[in-house]
């Protein structure tokens, strides 16, 4: 019988280790073609790309994130919880987690969404449990350099909100990139925003972040006209961005 583990390890590191263009480029592909898929499969099951279904995914971002800081820390060791192989575990949860609760809303007429968020709140709550914080000064910085992004953006009110939400996300992504690698001697695994920092320091990925995804999200409305795919792509957007960035924020936060 396959090991499903021993081939993924295999067709992911069999010829490359770490971050490189190519396995960046992999990726990428694998990242489309699955948000694809998804999208598709979440049309046909009826599931309306909105406000409801961010909420849902929310907390298994942040579950994401503690999951890969507890392996930083040596806590838990498998392949499941590294990348890529914790993107394909957390998703499985969460897939399986919206079809019984699709299920459910069918025959008991519960609404989906309040068991995903309640299950997702428990997992992210349950492993942040176990991460040892002791970093506060990290908490302090980040929360310092992220408070202008969220009141300039939060004011902002000619851009859509969801659009302002996903700027948020992916801002603290990257101010919590810029503070681990600044101040705490981090050090950045992927490829392209170690162009930007290997070249201008930590602090250019800031304004790269923000340029790179406010031009997005610019295009996404301008020459998109379905709005159901406009907030898959959004939502897309912001799970990569909280997905990194919990990551960075948890192991800088547990300095792991």
């Known amino acids: 019988m396959v090991d499903i583990e021993q081939a993924l390890k295999w067709f992911f ?23 694809y898929l998804v999208f598709e499969v979440l049309k046909r099951l009826k599931v309306k790309i909105d406000k409801r279904l961010a909420l849902c995914v929310l907390p298994f971002v942040v579950w994401g994130g503690a999951l890969r800081s507890l392996h930083d820390a040596g ?7 590294i990348s890529p192989g914790i993107y394909f575990f957390v998703f499985f949860v969460i897939f399986s987690t919206l079809l019984v609760s699709l299920i459910l809303q069918k025959k008991f007429k519960v609404p989906y969404y309040q068991p995903v968020i ?4 428990f997992l992210a709550v349950l492993t942040i449990g176990e991460i040892k914080f002791q970093n506060w000064y990290g908490l302090i910085l980040v ?40 101040f705490f001697g981090y050090a950045e695994q992927h490829v392209l925003p170690n162009i930007f920092i290997g070249t201008f320091g930590p602090v250019s990925f800031i304004p790269v972040k923000l340029i790179g995804v406010v031009a997005i999200l610019y295009l996404i409305d301008r020459y998109s006209k379905e709005k159901e795919f406009n907030n898959y792509i959004k939502l897309v957007i912001a799970i990569l961005g909280g997905a990194t960035g919990s990551r960075d924020f948890f192991s800088m936060l547990a300095l792991v």
């Open 75 to 81: 806590l838990v060791q498998s392949f499941w919880f």
């Open 13 to 35: 590191y069999a010829k490359q280790t770490g971050y490189t263009f190519e396995s960046t480029l992999l990726y990428a592909v694998i990242l489309i073609t699955v948000a």
């Open 118 to 121: 309640v299950i997702g709140s």
């Open 143 to 182: 929360s310092v350099f992220m408070a202008p992004f969220v009141i300039g953006l939060l004011l902002f009110k000619k851009w859509k909100l969801e659009n302002r939400l996903v700027s948020i996300v992916q801002m603290f992504d990257a101010v919590t990139t810029f503070v681990s690698l600044q």
